[in-house]
């Protein structure tokens, strides 16, 4: 996989105890590389961090991307050649309620993380994780390409905006003929076992079914393209190889990943996709009235700029990745989650053994 490039490097990854960022750390660690994580703290309970005991299996540092100086002790100490920035205040909602950190932790980390890389010259490679939402979102109904333009009219998104910014200036200043190959991603409204933040459908469905109450929702029509975690992970870690080999394609670029174009679809039909394989629930659920915080109803990418370079593509269509998803919580509540390092590990080795078959060039 991934041309045996991450087998015994050094990798760091930042937002580690997270849900992206702890799938993340499982699937590098089964590809052999030797892992650290960044964070400030964990951030939800119950967290897949903790159930994978992640804590013991790769070095753990506690820190925030908005104090550069311990940022800057943990790249010396660890001395990575690869980082993957995934450490975000990610949730749009509460990016209302706190929108200074959020532009601190999304815009300001990223710059601390951009400025510590000038210093850490055993960095070969970063990819930087931003948001399908840095896009100027018009709701037209074709998908983003990676230089239309960037925007934002919450807090969260607009923090995403200046984070490509940021990057884009030290990209074209200080990364164009030396330092670490950089990349930057957009994805978003992944979904798979594991998260457990609030406001997001998935985590919010299995809450309230666990506990027998409804599941409240603010838009059921609002238009998202859903992708099981290890999709754009798969696309990060394709593109980590090809910058740690110095492509010239990559350097300095922008990467969409997200879903085939059918698994672009509404809130209401996850929910009810989700409801069909959890035992004895129905797919009612109740709508928040009166939201002042609000949010896009329609986003689109367009990922052909992946498929040309990277040869990526998003390989499940929608009932497999609700599946995927379902089987993860099922098994986190019927046995617990002494079972979750298993079911993630097999659900990575199920997901790669299909993109093998598939014949996608990562997996070669």
């Known amino acids: 996989m991934f041309k045996n490039i991450y087998k015994g490097r050094r990798v760091l990854v930042t937002g580690h105890t997270g849900f992206k960022g ?36 790769i070095e753990h540092f506690t820190g925030d991307v908005r104090d550069k100086n311990s940022l800057q002790q943990a790249l010396n100490q660890f001395r990575p050649e690869i980082v993957f920035h995934l450490a975000a205040q990610s949730l ?15 815009t300001v980390g990223t710059l601390n993380l951009l400025d510590c890389l000038r210093n850490t010259p055993q960095v070969v490679a970063a990819v930087l994780i931003t948001s399908d939402k840095c896009y100027d979102n018009i709701e037209w109904l074709w998908g983003y390409r990676e230089n239309d333009r960037l925007g934002g009219k919450d807090p969260y998104s607009a923090s995403k905006a ?50 027998g109450k409804p599941v409240v929702i603010r838009n059921p029509n609002a238009t998202r393209p859903w992708q099981h975690v290890l999709e754009p992970l798969s696309g990060y870690l394709a593109l980590g190889q090809k910058l740690f080999q110095s492509d010239a394609r990559v350097k300095n670029e922008s990467f969409n990943f997200g879903p085939q174009a059918q698994v672009n679809q509404s809130v209401g039909d996850l929910i009810v996709e989700m409801a069909q394989l959890w035992p004895g629930e129905k797919s009612n659920f109740q709508q928040e009235m009166n939201s002042e915080k609000p949010e896009s109803t329609l986003l689109k990418l367009n990922c052909d700029k ?21 089987k993860w919580y099922q ?26 078959r598939s014949n996608l060039s990562w997996t070669r």
């Open 331 to 356: 098994t986190f509540y019927d046995q617990g989650a002494s079972a979750i390092s298993e079911v993630t590990s097999g659900q990575i080795k199920e997901y790669s053994g299909k993109a093998t």
């Open 306 to 326: 992946a498929l040309q370079i990277l040869q990526w593509n998003a390989i499940l269509n929608f009932q497999e990745t609700v599946s995927m998803t379902g």
């Open 92 to 106: 749009v909602r509460k990016s209302y309620e706190n929108p200074a950190l959020t532009f601190e932790t999304n």
């Open 162 to 211: 200046c984070a490509e910014l940021v990057s884009r200036a030290y990209m074209e200043s200080f990364f164009k003929k030396s330092g670490p190959n950089i990349a930057t991603t957009r994805a978003g409204n992944v979904i798979g076992g594991g998260d457990w933040a609030s406001d997001r459908v998935g985590p919010d469905c299995v809450r309230a079914w666990s506990e």
């Open 22 to 57: 702890s799938w993340l750390c499982a699937w590098l660690l089964d590809l052999g590389a030797t892992v650290a994580g960044y964070s400030l703290d964990i951030p939800t309970q119950p967290s897949h961090f903790e159930a994978l005991a992640l804590a013991d299996r």
